[in-house]
């Protein structure tokens, strides 16, 4: 029978306590996130030079790193040079993972990452979950979760779980307090995931989807940070949501509930909104009030009837366009943010709405006339949440390194 070790933090040091084994801690991350953070390979000399620390206090954390199973060294390298050759230390792979799991409207999904930042495993369906029973839709996703967990193979230790969903999530609690593309209400999603997953819940976390779709543009692998260091970004889907990055970490609000672009009035007359509100911007935004106000199927119909010039679909990206920059120009006067990030659908129709976005940024964001703004897309990838979610998980490992060096293990839970 197939084990999977399971990930468990040690409590962390009282902060009024200085001891030896915290100012360890601290080194220990120190050389962690160095390590990961690095676009090239570190050897144990770089990082003492880079970080400060003595070559031999780095080379103690390092073995330790590798005893742990974070980090993995390479074949030596000359380089070159006189002396030994340095040793390359790379984040280890199929060693930790974590499972990043996505409830949309129209699919489900399941990620497997390793500290690499390779995907080890993933499923997805396409199904449509509006008005959908959580219980039902819950125990199709621990389905998923445990078919990518049995593919993970032998020796691997579990981060943790966590789970990606379109609505306001209180994360103390793992609730899911409403979703309204889903018609969700009141969820305890971490507690019965957990149950589906036969699994602690204190190993899964429960977050709003765009938060960690944000988090695959604001790095490019577990603990490596991309080039965009501040940016808002938009997710489109059904649902439109948004997420302020600042330094690669989400600004969430003091609830956590940041981010609703979606819901931001475009026209007080406008069309009934899942939310019950009128006029949101994703009802005219959200793909699937685009395709109807265009009268398409899809996007790639969409993208066809542009390109063909059909004047109704020229017509309603053309509007849609306008209310994207009206609803981006209030976020970003009130944000003083330059750059705008578009996922999913909204990516893809970069090229036709781009024009009319920046029409309006340009009369309505007071700060235009000083400061350039980008607007930029990322590839389509409809499994960003899932991806960015298992980040989220390996995240933690890598910010507190020594806290995870102790592990228990459940054997027989995945085959």
């Known amino acids: 029978m197939a084990s999977i070790r399971i990930g468990r933090p040690a409590q962390p040091e009282h902060p009024d306590v200085v001891r030896q084994s915290s100012l360890r801690s601290l080194n ?3 050389v962690t996130q160095r390590l990961f953070g690095a676009s090239e390979p570190l050897s144990r000399a770089d990082v003492a030079a880079d970080t400060g620390l003595t070559r031999s206090t780095v080379s103690r954390l390092v073995d330790d790193l590798i005893a742990g199973e974070l980090i993995e060294e390479t074949p030596p390298q000359a380089f070159g040079q ?7 230390l790379v984040p280890a792979g199929k060693t930790w993972v974590a499972l990043g799991l996505e409830v949309n409207v129209g699919r489900m999904a399941a990620r497997l ?3 690499a ?3 080890r495993a993933e499923e997805r369906v396409e199904v449509d979950l509006r008005n959908s029973d959580p219980a039902w839709v819950i125990e199709e996703l621990a ?3 445990r078919s990518v967990l049995s593919q993970a193979g032998t020796d691997v230790t579990l981060a943790g779980v966590q789970w990606a969903i ?9 609730t899911l307090l409403r979703a309204p593309n889903l018609g969700w209400w009141d969820v305890p999603a971490r507690a019965l995931l957990a149950r589906a997953l036969e699994l602690d819940p204190s190993l899964i976390d429960v977050g709003n989807e765009s938060d960690y779709a944000a988090q695959t543009v604001a790095w490019d692998a577990p603990g490596r940070p991309s080039r965009r260091e501040e940016f808002l970004y938009l997710s489109g889907e059904i649902g439109i949501g948004s997420s302020l990055v600042k330094a690669g970490g989400v600004v969430t609000g003091g609830h956590g509930w940041a981010g609703e672009i979606g819901h931001v009035c475009v026209d007080r007359n406008g069309p009934v909104c899942a939310c019950g509100a009128r006029g949101c911007l994703e009802v005219y935004v959200g793909s699937s009030a685009l395709h109807a106000w265009a009268g398409v199927p899809d996007t790639d119909a969409l993208l066809a009837r542009i390109e063909s010039r059909d004047a109704r679909a020229c017509d309603a990206v053309n509007e849609a366009a306008a209310m994207l920059g009206v609803a981006l120009a209030g976020a970003l006067n009130l ?3 330059a750059n705008v990030v578009l996922g999913g659908h909204l990516g893809r129709l970069l ?3 781009r024009s009319g976005i920046e029409a309006e940024l340009r009369q309505r964001v007071v700060a235009a006339p000083f400061e350039a703004i980008g607007i930029t897309a990322v590839p389509e990838e409809r499994d960003m949440p899932s991806l960015g979610a298992a980040y989220t998980a390996l995240h933690r490992v890598l910010e507190h390194p020594a806290q995870w060096l102790t592990l228990g293990e459940i054997p027989g839970v995945w085959r």
Not at 82 to 88: Q, T
Not at 166 to 174: H, S
């Open 117 to 119: 930042g390779h995907t």
């Open 143 to 145: 389905a998923l979760g």
């Open 113 to 115: 990452v390793d500290l």
């Open 28 to 30: 220990l991350a120190i």
């Open 166 to 174: 379109p609505g306001l999530v209180d994360a103390e609690r793992g």
């Open 351 to 353: 090229p036709a709405m």
């Open 335 to 337: 944000l003083d943010v």
């Open 82 to 88: 006189r002396g030994r050759p340095a040793v390359p």
